[in-house]
């Protein structure tokens, strides 16, 4: 199999939210397998205010109250490609704006 026939998500889980983060905008957690080499495990899947879906990715916070992300997209184009994937996995409709 050469690089362009890699399938970029080879298996999605999807545990979702309580009903208490539900109400808060947080449907539930996303586990990705990337092209059968790399799991990628505690991103969240969330509606905006403003009623599109979006992914926030799993971070600590340091003694000084910066967020340091365990992963993330590499810019913003990464994060639409890994989004638009992800969704599609997931059966869910992309924002059109987006």
Do not use: C, W
């Not at 298996?11 to 939210?17: K, L, V, W």
């Not at 184009?77 to 638009?84: F, H, L, Q, S, T």
């Not at 994937?85 to 869910?92: R, S, T």
């Amino acid at each position: 199999m050469t690089a362009n026939t890699v399938k970029l998500i080879s298996d999605i889980g999807f545990t979702p939210a309580s009903s208490q983060d539900i109400r808060s905008g947080m449907l539930g957690f996303v586990t990705v397998t990337f092209a059968d080499l790399l799991v990628l495990d505690g991103a969240t899947l969330r509606v905006t205010e403003s009623g599109k879906h979006a992914l926030s990715f799993p971070s600590r916070t340091d003694a000084h109250g910066r967020r340091h992300p365990y992963f993330r997209p590499r810019d913003d184009r990464a994060r639409i490609v890994i989004e638009n994937a992800i969704f599609a996995a997931l059966g869910i409709k992309r924002d059109v704006t987006s």
